[in-house]
């Protein structure tokens, strides 16, 4: 795929890490970069820097999503390319002995499933949306 000016793109987790380098990459091309992520301080900072525009997005949420979509693509277009970067890890293991008691102890379940909510389904609600839209073109 040819990037340039003509091509609008979304990078969620574009704050941060993997998706701020992923955003600063593909903006290096001229394209258009929607910075999608949670944290809106950083986000604002790394969209004005590549001048993109930053949306603020909870990928767990549907609602969030399909407004960050709606203004991504009311200032770039329909964008043409997605990356999701947005991610959280919990660094626990799936079964850990406590140091003093000796006492075992299984992995704690609910960071185990916000972990999915966030990357799994996070990443699909997003590619889902993006694809929805990507079809009208
Ligand atoms: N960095 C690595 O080498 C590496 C390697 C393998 C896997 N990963 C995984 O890739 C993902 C990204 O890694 P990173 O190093 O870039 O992390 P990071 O913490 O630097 O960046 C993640 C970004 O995602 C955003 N985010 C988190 N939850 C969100 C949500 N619900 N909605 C929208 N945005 C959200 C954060 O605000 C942050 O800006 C993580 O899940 C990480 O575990 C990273």
Redesign the pocket.
């Known amino acids: 795929m040819k990037l340039d000016g003509s091509i609008a793109a979304v990078v ?9 380098g992923t955003a600063r990459a593909i903006a290096a091309t001229g394209a258009k970069v929607a910075v ?4 809106e301080e ?2 604002e900072i790394v969209a004005a820097e590549i001048g993109g525009v930053f949306c603020k ?4 949420d549907d609602a969030s999503v399909a407004a960050a979509f709606a203004k991504a693509r009311a200032a770039h277009g329909q964008e043409r390319l997605t990356v999701n ?5 919990t660094g626990q293991k799936t079964v850990s002995r406590k140091k003093d008691t000796g006492e075992i102890r299984a992995h704690d379940m609910a960071q185990f499933e916000r ?1 999915v909510r ?2 799994l389904f ?1 990443t699909f609600r997003v590619l889902s949306q993006s694809a929805a839209g990507m079809v009208t073109l």
Do not use: K, P
């Open positions: 969620t987790g574009g704050a941060s890490g993997l998706g701020e999608f992520d949670l944290n950083r986000g997005v909870d990928v767990t970067c947005a991610g959280i890890a972990t966030v990357n996070g």
